[in-house]
């Protein structure tokens, strides 16, 4: 059972955070889109996609006691090479957006993805003929492929909602989307830009 004081070590590390999206069991990290040859690509239609297990990190986990013996999550998750999380901060147009890193973060939740306070942003270019998927607010694992134009609407739309813009100029996104901590998972092309985005589900 998690201590009272273990919770409240998390609380305050949520809280240093700039957005988080939790990373379920349904939410695999090695799973998913990928640039590399022979990857299978989720169905244009809701899917669910099992966990992997992927592999460990050598990574320790994060100290959110303060005791130097780690959290409870156990070696944090690692992504597939090639991939990278990022939590969008800034949607210039739709030809591209301002992210950074996402990094995860061990809570009484299990893993967390975010980007730290202050973390350098860098620009994506987001082509046309980008393979995107979003999140489905039913649960984690379950993706729907979208066009380049309802991804930069949702993206947009996430942002406004997140800093609470007028909802006439920002729609609300409505099921069976949601809206995650604007937190992706990318691959990007030999030039650098975005091959494939995938939201990442959270609570």
């Known amino acids: 059972m998690t201590s009272t004081r273990h919770v409240l070590s998390a609380l305050a590390l949520l809280a240093a955070l700039s957005g988080v999206a939790a ?16 990857a299978t690509s989720p169905s244009a239609t809701a899917s669910t996609t099992p966990d992997s297990g992927g592999t ?5 986990a994060d ?51 975010g980007a730290e306070k202050g ?10 003929n980008v393979r995107a998927y979003l999140a489905l607010a039913a649960g984690p694992g379950q993706w729907k492929q979208v066009d380049h134009e309802q ?9 406004a909602e997140e800093i609470g813009a007028p909802t ?14 604007n937190i992706y998972e990318l691959t990007l092309d030999a030039k650098g830009e975005v091959e ?3 939201e990442i589900w959270s609570v």
């Not at 460990?56 to 320790?60: E, F, G, N």
């Not at 991804?151 to 947009?156: C, E, G, K, N, V």
């Open 23 to 38: 990373c379920g069991p349904g939410d695999p990290t090695a799973a998913g889109p990928s640039g590399g040859a022979g």
């Open 56 to 60: 460990a990190s050598s990574d320790p």
């Open 63 to 113: 100290d959110v006691d303060g005791d130097g013996k780690g959290g409870d999550c156990g070696r944090p998750p690692a992504l597939p090479a090639g991939h990278l999380r990022v939590k969008v901060a800034l949607m210039r147009d739709a030809g591209g957006f301002e992210a950074a890193e996402a990094k995860p973060h061990c809570t009484p939740n299990d893993w967390i993805y």
């Open 119 to 128: 973390a350098q942003t860098r620009h994506y270019v987001l082509p046309e």
């Open 151 to 159: 991804l930069s609407l949702h993206i947009d739309r996430c942002l």
């Open 168 to 181: 006439e100029d920002y729609p609300k996104v409505v099921p069976p989307y949601g809206c995650f901590g």
């Open 196 to 198: 494939t985005m995938r």
